[in-house]
C-alpha cells in the first residue's frame, strides 16, 4: 500500500472516529422543547407585519 494511500486510510479512520463521537454527544443532548403558538397567533404576526410594511411603506414625514 502507498504511503498515500495509508495516509487517507488514516484520515478517513480518525474522521470516523471524530463522527462517531460528535454524534454520540449529540445524542446526549436533551431535545429541544418544541414551541407550540396560537392558532390565531400567525394570523396577528401577518397583520402586525402588514401594518408596519404600511406605515413604512408611506415614507417617513419630516418637520420643517
Given amino acids: 500500500m ?10 478517513l479512520t480518525e474522521l470516523h472516529a471524530q463522527k462517531t463521537a460528535i454524534e454520540a454527544e449529540l445524542s ?6 418544541i414551541l407550540g403558538l396560537h392558532p390565531v397567533a400567525l394570523r396577528r404576526y401577518e397583520q402586525n407585519v402588514a401594518d408596519l410594511h404600511g406605515v413604512f411603506g408611506e415614507g417617513l414625514v419630516t418637520r420643517q
Fill in 2 to 11: 502507498s504511503q498515500l494511500r495509508m495516509d487517507h486510510a488514516a484520515s
Fill in 28 to 33: 446526549e443532548q436533551p431535545a429541544e422543547p
